[in-house]
């Protein structure tokens, strides 16, 4: 007999497989985003034929093979089940939720969390994540319409059957076979596509709409249909010079911290939802109504910032000025301002035996790359909120974040950034020094 996991097909692979599937679906849904990943692909090519060091320490950290298929996505659901169920889908694709975001301080009654993979193995096969938002009912101002909207969301079932007894049967014996894992891809998809018929009369939407388009577009539906797939760019303002004469209307600024010789964090553009047409239930022909929802975007990852790094972030979006972070690769190690993953050169063995880790660096026996940002950053999330729901109308809540709330509805408390890229550099710390039989620190 086989070991028990052989029986299963990887998690990593039902994730890679399904990221792939979700690709497929969106392209045939918004052509547009067929034509945005082809210019990501073109940028990308011609950023790594010119900058032969980048694509270097890209193919050394497993970043050039998953860089064609790097996406992330985002959905928003309505109710605490609907998150719970989520999870677990996405749990059997190795999909853990990380990270608290809060976006009803930029007006937006949401807060989120990004399902992603958390090892370094199994980002390197699919990097896939999702920014999952949760509908805050709460801050429906009218009881009469909160009241509505949450017996509209009780109805519904976003998981089909098929697809929840194969998550049930992954939690009960701990994996799916292959023939199940391609079911459960197939099954899952279902939740996410998009679907041209409302399930609310036009004046229930038109009411839902003006509480806030986001209620509307989450409460409307039969599910949470996939809003944006987003691919990884190299040069995130090529694509945002090039994207008019490619027909897509970029959004007016980049989110994110500025243009720099050593990325950090996250920038990201997007190109503005478009306007779909859709049918209310009492319309008497079919797609009457329209819907903006659905929209373009790119992102540009650099390296993770550790708390100290990020304070710093944090200062210059609220404060302005320069953002006081030294754009050089060193710099930033030394000064623990950014996170790295380090690993012993070819004979590092033979290195003096009471060398420091700087010297080490230094002498070429320790290599380090930076490690990437696999995160989001508030501010910029609700920019890309903001920039595809129309600013019409700006909405203030006053209401605090509610952490709690959310890992009660989720079933489980997120894990931490922060603490993941601190376990990547130590782990690749301790490795480096098995290698060189001694204990090396950061
Ligand atoms: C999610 C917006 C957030 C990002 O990349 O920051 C996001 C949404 O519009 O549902 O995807
Ligand atoms: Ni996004």
């Not at 007999?1 to 392209?27: E, G, N, V, W």
């Not at 993770?304 to 990020?310: C, F, I, N, V």
């Not at 420091?356 to 999330?381: K, N, R, T």
Request: hydrophobic share 50%; proline share 5%.
């Amino acid at each position: 007999m086989p070991p028990a996991t052989d029986r299963f097909q990887p998690p990593h692979a039902i994730r890679a497989a399904f990221a792939a599937a979700m690709s497929l679906m969106y392209a045939q849904e918004v052509p547009q985003y067929r034509a945005l990943t082809d210019l990501v692909a073109a940028v990308n090519r011609r950023v790594l034929a010119g900058d032969p060091a980048l694509a270097e320490r890209m193919a050394r950290s497993g970043e050039t093979a998953r860089l064609a298929g790097e996406r992330h996505g985002a959905i928003r659901v309505g109710t605490a089940d609907e998150l719970a169920t989520i999870a677990r889908a996405f749990a059997v694709m190795g999909m853990a939720p990380v990270g608290y975001y809060d976006l009803a301080p930029a007006g937006v009654p949401v807060h989120a969390t990004a399902f992603r993979a958390v090892e370094e193995t199994a980002l390197t096969v699919s990097p896939f994540r999702v920014f999952t938002s949760l509908l805050r009912l709460e801050l429906i101002a009218d009881p009469a319409l909160r009241a509505e909207a949450a017996a509209i969301l009780a109805r519904r079932r976003i998981v089909t059957p098929a697809a929840l007894a194969l998550i049930a049967r992954a939690e009960r014996e701990g994996g799916l076979s292959e023939v199940d894992a391609a079911a459960f891809v197939a099954a899952l998809l279902e939740t996410f596509r998009w679907h041209a018929h409302a399930t609310v009369p036009r004046d229930t939407y038109r009411r839902l709409l003006a509480a806030h388009r986001l209620v509307a577009d989450v409460v409307s539906f039969k599910g949470p249909h996939i809003n944006h797939l987003t691919p990884r760019v190299l040069d995130i303002d090529a694509v945002q010079a090039e994207m008019p004469a490619r027909g897509m209307a970029a959004k007016q600024t980049i989110e994110g911290p500025p243009k720099r010789r050593c990325p950090v964090l996250l920038r990201q553009t997007s190109f503005t939802a478009l306007e779909e047409r859709i049918a209310f239930t009492d319309d008497a022909a079919d797609a009457a109504g329209s819907h903006t929802a659905r929209f373009g975007e790119v992102e540009q990852r650099g390296v993770a910032l550790t708390a100290a790094g990020q304070a710093r972030y944090d200062a210059w979006i609220g404060n302005g000025g320069a953002l006081d972070l030294p754009d050089d690769w060193a710099a930033l190690r030394r000064q623990g301002l950014a996170f790295f993953r380090y690993r012993a050169a070819d004979g590092a063995a033979a290195a003096a035996a009471d060398a420091g880790l700087e010297d080490l660096v230094a002498h070429g026996q320790i290599l380090c790359d930076p490690i990437v940002y696999e995160d989001f950053l508030p501010v910029s999330a609700a920019g890309i909120f903001q920039s595809n729901l129309g600013a019409d109308r700006r909405v203030d809540y006053t209401a605090a974040a509610d952490r709690a709330a959310f890992e009660q509805a989720l079933g489980r408390a997120v894990e931490d950034p922060l603490a993941l890229c601190a376990a990547a550099q130590r782990a690749s710390l301790d490795a480096v020094g098995r290698v060189l039989g001694r204990t090396l620190s950061a």
